[in-house]
């Protein structure tokens, strides 16, 4: 699969393990964290794959923030990402019925992403990632999100486990990834479960950075697996590619490197 091996290939080259999340929110729709007023989103967008790819192994970008951006303008950015040769997720979180999941796939490999997350909840996994591989994309599903009300998918059980627990193995025999929290609600038993389930997957770890989360703990089970998603604490910096370097070396060093 080519977002496999574009990953693999990023990370060796790169020694990061560091996914940037472009979204980058309008003046206005929020009260901190937005561009400047009269910013372009698209060519910020394309500045920000230019000067970060050296520094980073993928890039993400959540559906809700390109609602204001055409298809030209996401081709162009997935092309961007291309250009320096890193894949690029679309952060979806697809959650429908099969004939409505494939019109969405259709239009994301148009669009020109490498992966995609997806929600397990309608319950349909096998499916959703079967058509995902038939349009190339890597399918990422949620496992045990960053986002603190995510603690109900450790305290509400199917049969005799987590529900968190049976979606990573539903995860491990159809899906590519999973999407596990390095936020504080997500502890090392948690951790330890997660990898008693789950094996040569990536795990996409959103939560470091303006959330906080503990690199250490999620780095001490998936070392070789993990990308960490770091949004905010790059894209609104003053010196975003200092940022990034600043992450990479704070990973290195956990690492002994």
């Given amino acids: 699969m080519e977002f496999i091996r574009l990953l693999e290939k990023s990370k060796e080259e790169t020694y990061s393990k560091i996914c940037v999340g472009l979204d980058l929110a309008i003046y206005g729709s929020r009260d901190k964290y937005v561009m400047d007023k009269n910013q372009d989103k698209t060519s910020t967008l394309l500045s920000l794959i ?25 081709k162009q950015v997935t092309a961007k990402a291309h250009e320096f040769k890193r894949p690029i997720i679309i952060d979806h979180k697809l959650s429908d019925i099969g004939s409505t999941n494939q019109q969405a796939l259709f239009h994301m490999k148009q669009e020109g992403f490498d992966a995609l997350t997806a929600s397990p909840f309608p319950g349909n996994v096998k499916e959703v990632c079967s058509d995902g591989h038939n349009y190339d994309l890597a399918v990422i599903i949620l496992a045990l999100m960053s986002n603190p009300d995510a603690i109900w998918m450790k305290n ?102």
Wanted: net charge neutral.
């Fill in 50 to 74: 230019t000067d970060l790819s050296n520094h980073c192994c993928a890039f993400k970008i959540n559906r809700q923030y390109i609602l204001d951006l055409t298809f030209n303008d996401i």
């Fill in 156 to 257: 509400s059980f199917f049969e005799t486990v987590p529900i968190f627990q049976h979606h990573c193995r539903l995860a491990n025999k159809y899906a590519d990834g999973i999407v596990v929290g390095a936020t504080g609600h997500v502890t090392v038993k948690d951790l330890a479960i997660i990898k008693e389930e789950i094996s040569d997957k990536v795990i996409l770890s959103p939560g470091i950075g303006a959330q906080g989360g503990n690199i250490h703990h999620v780095l001490s089970y998936f070392e070789n697996d993990v990308i960490f998603n770091v949004g905010r604490g790059v894209i609104y910096q003053k010196s975003p590619k200092n940022a990034l370097k600043e992450y990479n070396q704070q990973i290195q060093k956990l690492l002994g490197n």
